[in-house]
């Protein structure tokens, strides 16, 4: 959307949540030791907490993708229709474009010249030649993919996490909850509109900074800045990988546990950020948060 953030209610049934969270450990009371568990079943998970009490555990090219991959499909179109599955290069674009010029007009001016030996007046003889002769660039293209999936476990009191982005790039993170995530029990903080303010595949200069700003602004205002989305087990949260988000604290005595899924495209692979901008989203979004509760309160 053009909010940046998505929420599907019900995109996975209890049997499915169930059978996950019993595959994945999740049913145990700590996070510590849901991995220990998974770790003692594969060594291969990578285990880190990059906040207090919050734990994710790496699931890609483990024992444990198989067992997560196909639940993908509750999710896929949305994927695809926000992201598309390919993406051609401009050159390949312009490549295909002059071939069907060349099949649609009697005398193509921009056509390659023909061999000695061969029909020089056969229009499909010189789009042949341009297919078998393309530019460089013609067969690369961008791909999406599956950049990452993590198990996430929330502990009791566990703390807030900084704002932060996923990519600096454009890209997209699905976020499966796997048990109940509302203001209380920690969920997903989001600034819906943020990713505007990292226009895809341009240089942050001073004026387009200063656009996004406004429009960000403008957008802010009907928004209120930022939003906590409630999750039901089984539900799923889908946002721009360049929104400003983070994870809030879990007030309850019970662990909070999902299931985190990353799409983008191999040209740009997470985080595509540099230490400069992670300060930047963490200060800045501090402060935007800051001051949509002093509007809110107004």
């Known amino acids: 959307t053009e909010r940046g953030v998505v929420r599907i209610r019900g995109a996975l ?14 049913e145990r009371s700590l996070a510590r ?10 060594p291969n998970v990578h285990a880190v907490r990059p906040t207090s009490g919050r734990l ?18 509750a999710w896929m179109p949305v994927v695809f229709g926000g992201m598309g599955g390919e993406n051609f290069t401009s050159t390949a674009v312009d490549f295909a474009a002059r071939v069907r010029r060349m ?12 061999s000695s030996g061969s029909d020089d007046g056969g229009r499909d003889d010189l789009a042949g030649q341009m297919l078998r002769n393309p530019p460089e660039g013609v067969g690369r293209s961008r791909r999406l993919y599956c950049s990452e999936i993590q198990a996430v476990i929330a502990d009791p009191l566990c703390d807030t996490q900084y704002w932060h982005i996923d ?12 048990s109940e995530a509302s203001k209380e029990a920690g969920c997903t903080e989001v600034m ?29 205002q009907r928004t209120e800045g930022t939003v906590l989305f409630d999750l039901k087990a089984g539900d799923c949260l889908i946002y721009d ?31 595509g ?16 948060a800051a001051l949509a509760d002093v509007y809110r309160s107004l």
């Not at 030791?33 to 594969?42: K, L, W």
């Not at 990292?198 to 656009?211: K, Y």
């Open 56 to 73: 994710h555990c790496v699931l890609r090219a483990t024992r444990y993708e198989a067992a997560v991959v196909p639940f993908q499909r």
């Open 241 to 271: 990988s360049r929104c400003f988000h983070r994870g809030t604290r879990n007030n309850t005595w019970l662990a909070q546990s999902s299931i985190i899924f990353r799409y983008d495209f191999e040209d740009t692979p997470p985080p």
């Open 33 to 42: 030791e849901a991995g220990e568990q998974m770790q003692a079943y594969d």
């Open 167 to 178: 990519n600096r790039a454009r890209g997209l993170t699905v976020v499966l909850a796997l």
């Open 273 to 288: 950020t540099t230490m400069m901008l992670s300060r930047f989203v963490k200060e800045g979004g501090a402060l935007l």
């Open 192 to 220: 819906p509109n943020s990713h505007q303010l990292l226009p895809d595949g341009e240089t942050a200069g001073v004026f387009s900074t200063l656009r996004a700003l406004k429009r960000f602004y403008g957008d802010a």
């Open 13 to 26: 049934g209890p049997d499915d949540v169930a059978y996950l969270k019993k595959a994945l450990y999740l």
């Open 103 to 114: 099949k649609a007009t009697s005398t193509p001016a921009d056509a390659p010249q023909a």
